[in-house]
């Protein structure tokens, strides 16, 4: 199976590294590696477990002999994604191209984070969300025909308010807002900051319907909380009913174009949630 896998990866510009399951954490380099893939036996969401610990960032594939053989790994290891035989060299290559992709996306993402002062206090940011995102809610959509809704929290008239405050009452206004969105979306909900006045939030396993609901409370929460700075918010929101295919990147634009419109209306509202057209093309970007 190496043999076959590194027959396949090569023609696409990968090398490959075989080494010992056991090893496979101790001997990972980040400046070479740009994926994992860990072949199916008993043990192996260990060595999964032991990849993530050593490159969180590392997107780490599963391989299973069959689809009788992934049937009886429910959990697909723990692994990001799964390669699932009989394959073909076009499948492994592709595959491994995508991981490859995810894993210099993830890489970035922190080095930015690093490089930049926090909007909000240490661990609120979740800089692998996108990472789930894209590999976990994306393909469980299109595979199972699960909704997901994506809305997109923006400061009204932040320009005007951030001019009227300092950086100190603008870092513990940005903090605040964060506290009550969180506290305003459910449990399964991942809300985190996207740019200095925006937030997104992510609710798997909601349609339209519910994510307007989430969006309208979010609205009401920030507008109802008493403080010495009152702002409101305007959401924009995208959702994906679960039938056709579905991508990050146009739920975001859809979810981008909603906020416009909802900030052009005058704020303080939630626009969008209509599903995109079914002949939206998967994409991991």
Known sequence: MVS???????????GMDAVHPADAAGKLDPARHVAAV???APGAD?????????????????LFFDDEEAGGYPGGLGADGVLVGPLTAPQVAGTCALAARLTATSRRLQAAERARPPLTPSGAHDLGFLKRLLFVEVKRSKRYGIPLS??????????????????????????????????????????????????????????SGGGLHVARRICSRVRERATAIPVTVSVGLASHEGHGTVSFGS???????????????????????????????????
Do not use: C, Y
């Not at 260990?46 to 599963?62: E, S």
């Open 4 to 14: 076959a896998l590194r027959r396949d990866l090569e023609p696409a510009g990968f």
């Open 38 to 40: 860990v072949r199916a």
């Open 46 to 62: 260990l060595v999964v477990a032991a990849l993530k610990r050593a490159d969180p960032n590392l997107t780490v594939l599963a």
């Open 150 to 207: 994506l809305a997109l929290v923006s400061i009204d008239r932040w320009e005007e308010v951030s001019e009227q405050i300092g950086p100190r009452a603008r870092a513990a206004l940005l903090a605040e807002l964060t506290g009550v969105v969180s506290g305003a979306v459910r449990d399964i909900d991942i809300a985190v900051p996207f740019s200095e006045d925006r937030l997104v939030v992510l609710m798997p396993h909601t349609p």
């Open 251 to 285: 739920l975001v634009k859809r979810a981008a174009e909603a906020l416009v419109t909802a900030k052009s209306l005058g704020g303080d509202r939630v626009h969008g949630g209509e599903p995109g057209k079914r002949r939206d093309r998967i994409s991991m970007g």
